[in-house]
């Protein structure tokens, strides 16, 4: 038990740590008004948009309990801003602005009206929470919400045959694409053949219009966001080009945010505090194939190392210096199915460099010294697992090989030094494991995509702790911070979800837009920690600060 006298010193502490943040949160406000309307009275949890024309950067916060939104004064400069809001099933009658000036309170009270269109307004998971149909059917629709919104297929008029061909063609494009980007991939066998889709044609068409000029089904919403969970401030920065998607995100030292383009062949480094971004050309090996980078990771050198997926090769760019090395994949490996992806980065262990080939699911190792490829095929032993795909890789201080598997859900390792590989399925059946973090201690955490949860996998004991997340948060990744609570992002609510493992409880901070988000990185440099992101469907950079 501590002591009086150090239990004094505690509580001193928590005031010290805290009495800055609370300064900030009752500091004058640049721009504040009451959000209502006729239905509700005055509304909690509504987004509120600041925008000033001609800017990259937009900044939103959310209404408190009593309905008023307040942006700190050192988050607006001086002059005439855009408002928007984010509240599903209301809108705004008509534009809204509000003017800032220096050292004064500006005041706008915002009165919304219903909408006139509820299902322009849904996320992903709310017309998977209202189309019918049982969990299995609706797990089917995961993939397609990488490339478009799920509001794309209920409001398509296709009819069971014409599913089925556009199912096959969409499965021919390359994981890169988007609506305004569709890319073929090389490899024409990966769209499979319109009969193999039938049975997803057949239930797609019971959901969409193909047969009815409105919906046999109630459209259903979540609640809007309460308590401490409106208790963030959000920084969205436009990157430009509408075919720019900022993918994996890294944060360095100087607070540079770093980003691979999953539309384009570039690399970028984004600088917040002075809004320069600089784009780092990438080779294309394969003129013909798809473009686009996924992941992004920092070796133990400072170095940035990234793959060029359906270009076939690694490579590795030298923030210092801006030079970019190439690793392409041995030649007589390096088809038309090739797909590289992710890299296992302990190459300080034994100078190798892990990678992986979705169109092949074969693992590849290069020695740095020698430049020799090694292939392995880890899921030859896992049997019984049919259609078994691996989705991530990555390295634990060994060099060790972890892999998600994505189809089913088991966790995998392949021995550095023996080649011995070792599988283990989630705690959750149909979990599919998707990206992965491994701590100071070797632990891995990996997303379970479908079942929404999070399971921390410890290689000592060869045990699983599983975390719930909200139902339909559908986790791409995730990560602890400093204060031991995990951050998620996800590709369907439009919300950062913030996890407390000891309580179980939950906070989802709700987005201005659709973020589609992949990669977390949490920022520990920062007092609360920053939780960054890339809007992978709106080519911005999102950065996450909660007041609390």
């Given amino acids: 038990m501590k002591s009086p006298y150090l239990l004094g010193l505690s509580a001193l502490a928590l005031v010290l740590t805290q009495a800055p943040l609370a300064r900030a949160v009752e500091a004058p406000a640049a721009l504040t008004g009451i959000v209502s309307s006729e239905a509700e009275g005055v509304m909690e949890g509504v987004v509120v948009t600041a925008h000033k024309p001609g800017s990259i950067v937009s900044v939103s916060v959310m209404t408190d309990a009593h309905g008023r939104y307040a ?29 800032v000036a220096a050292e004064r309170t500006a005041n706008v009270d915002l009165r919304l009206q219903t909408t006139r269109d509820l299902a322009d307004q849904l996320t992903n998971a709310e017309w998977a929470m ?21 509001e794309r297929i209920v409001k398509s008029t296709h009819d069971v045959n014409e599913w089925m061909q556009v199912v096959s063609r969409m499965m021919g494009y390359g994981a890169v694409s988007q609506p305004v980007k569709p890319q073929p991939m090389l490899d024409r066998s990966r769209a499979g053949t319109p009969e193999q889709y ?14 009815t000029d409105h919906w046999q089904y109630p459209l259903q919403t979540l609640p809007r966001p309460t308590g401490r969970s409106t208790h963030a401030i959000v920084t969205e920065y436009d990157m430009g080009r509408r075919t720019t998607e900022p993918h994996d995100i890294l944060v360095d030292k100087d607070g540079n945010v770093w980003y691979t383009d999953f539309g384009e062949m570039f690399i970028g480094k984004f600088d917040p505090k002075t809004l320069k971004l600089t784009e780092y050309p990438i080779k294309k090996f394969k003129p013909n194939a798809p473009e686009g980078l996924l992941s992004i990771e920092f070796d133990t050198a400072g170095k940035i190392w990234f793959d060029t997926m359906y270009q076939g090769s690694l490579g590795c760019l030298d923030p210092k210096t801006g030079e970019i090395k190439y690793y392409p994949l041995d030649a007589k490996w390096n088809d038309e199915r090739v797909q590289l992806n992710f890299t296992g980065l302990h190459y300080e262990v034994d100078n190798k460099v892990w990678t992986k080939s979705v169109g092949t699911q074969e693992i590849f190792r290069v020695d740095l010294k020698t430049g020799e490829w090694e292939k392995f095929r880890p899921l030859d032993q896992l049997p019984g697992v049919p259609h078994a795909g691996i989705y991530q890789v990555m390295a634990d201080s060994k060099n060790n090989l972890w892999m998600a598997e994505f189809a ?22 149909h979990a599919r494991a998707r990206r992965m973090e491994i701590d100071d201690q070797d632990r891995v ?28 948060t559908y986790p791409y990744r995730a990560n602890f911070d400093k204060n031991g609570e995990i951050w998620a992002s996800t590709m369907s609510t439009d919300r950062v979800v913030r996890l407390n493992p000891k309580t179980g409880e939950t906070e989802q901070y709700l987005m201005p837009s659709d973020t589609n988000m992949r990669t977390v990185f949490v920022d520990n440099t920062t ?12 080519h911005k950079i999102v ?5 609390d």
């Avoid at 997803?200 to 019971?206: D, N």
């Fill in 71 to 99: 942006f700190p004064e050192n988050r607006l400069e001086p002059g005439r801003y855009d408002l928007a809001i984010r509240a599903v099933g209301y809108e705004l009658p008509a534009p809204a602005s509000g003017d």
């Fill in 130 to 150: 209202s189309i019918p149909g049982t969990e299995e059917q609706k797990a089917m629709l995961l993939n397609c919400t990488s490339c478009h919104t799920m």
């Fill in 198 to 211: 039938r049975k997803m044609a057949e239930y797609l068409a019971t959901i969409n219009l193909s047969a």
């Fill in 408 to 429: 089913e859900g088991h966790l995998g390792k392949i021995d550095a030094k023996t080649g011995q590989v070792t599988w283990y399925a989630t705690p959750t059946a």
């Fill in 445 to 472: 955490l990996v997303t379970e995509y479908r079942t929404s949860k999070v399971a921390l996998f410890d290689p000592k004991t060869e045990q699983f702790t599983e975390y719930t997340l909200p139902q339909y």
């Fill in 527 to 538: 007092s609360p920690v920053t939780f960054w992101v890339g809007s992978n469907h709106d």
């Fill in 543 to 547: 950065k996450v600060e909660t007041t």
